[in-house]
């Protein structure tokens, strides 16, 4: 099924861990994001992608990064984690910057 | 600065009880507005895109319709499977690009 596909679904991490979120679309969607959702604070956004070769920070960048080599992938690292990283996070992807079509998430607890 | 406030934070209604939820948003030059529907445990699912005002798009028992400074999704007579949060959001500058900025979501639980 054509979509946006995170894995993986559930993670814990140890506080000052590193591991990556992987995301996957098979749209050719120039646009992917992702977003981070917590109890409360919304979407907020983390980083995004107009492009392959193109990463932009969004309004949460700290602790995390992005690149984005492919049109197809565009994988989140946590570079060391931490208790505040607990979250559920979001990839999204769009043609155009229209509606954007989200994964499922990445349900992520860090300890 | 540009924002998107959503209205109320939570409803209840009862089987067939019609009612509105209410985003208002603070960009200048709207580029589109956003609904989604999120169900517990799931990624948001897209629903609606407006771009003017008078705008209106029908999906079901969802209305969504847009003003020059806010944005009414409608729902008539609703069904227990309408239970859901519904968030809107709106394309804002972020670096050379638009990226949606997402409200905060209104909680619907629609008793039977």
């Known amino acids: 099924n054509a979509g946006v596909t995170q894995t993986p679904k559930f993670q814990v991490l140890k506080t000052g861990q590193s591991m990556t979120l992987q995301c996957a679309q098979d749209?050719?969607?120039?646009?992917m994001s992702w977003y981070r959702q917590d109890p409360g604070m919304g979407l907020r956004l983390i980083h995004y992608?107009?492009?392959?070769?193109?990463?932009d920070q969004g309004e949460v960048p700290n602790g995390y990064n992005v690149s984005r080599s492919t049109t197809e992938d565009f994988p989140l690292r946590l570079l060391s984690a931490a208790p505040s990283q607990t979250s559920v996070y979001f990839c999204?992807?769009?043609?155009?910057?229209?509606?954007?079509?989200f994964g499922s998430g990445t349900r992520l607890t860090v300890v | 600065e540009d924002q998107v406030t959503q209205s109320p934070e939570a409803l209840r209604l009862q089987e067939g009880e019609s009612s509105s939820l209410n985003c208002s948003y603070t960009?200048?030059?709207?580029?589109?507005l956003f609904w989604y529907r999120q169900d517990p445990g799931k990624g948001p699912e897209f629903l609606f895109t407006l771009y003017s005002a008078g705008e209106e798009k029908e999906k079901e028992r969802l209305k969504a319709t847009l003003t020059k400074k806010e944005s009414f999704l409608h729902i008539t007579a609703p069904k227990p499977e309408d239970s859901a949060t519904y968030l809107c959001?709106?394309?804002?500058?972020?670096?050379?690009?638009?990226?949606?900025?997402f409200g905060r979501g209104t909680s619907l639980i629609v008793h039977p």
């Open positions: 749209m050719n969607h120039e646009y």
């Open positions: 959001a709106v394309p804002t500058r972020a670096g050379g690009s638009y990226i949606p900025t």
């Open positions: 992608s107009v492009g392959a070769g193109i990463t």
């Open positions: 960009v200048s030059g709207l580029r589109g």
């Open positions: 999204a992807s769009s043609s155009r910057g229209l509606g954007y079509t």
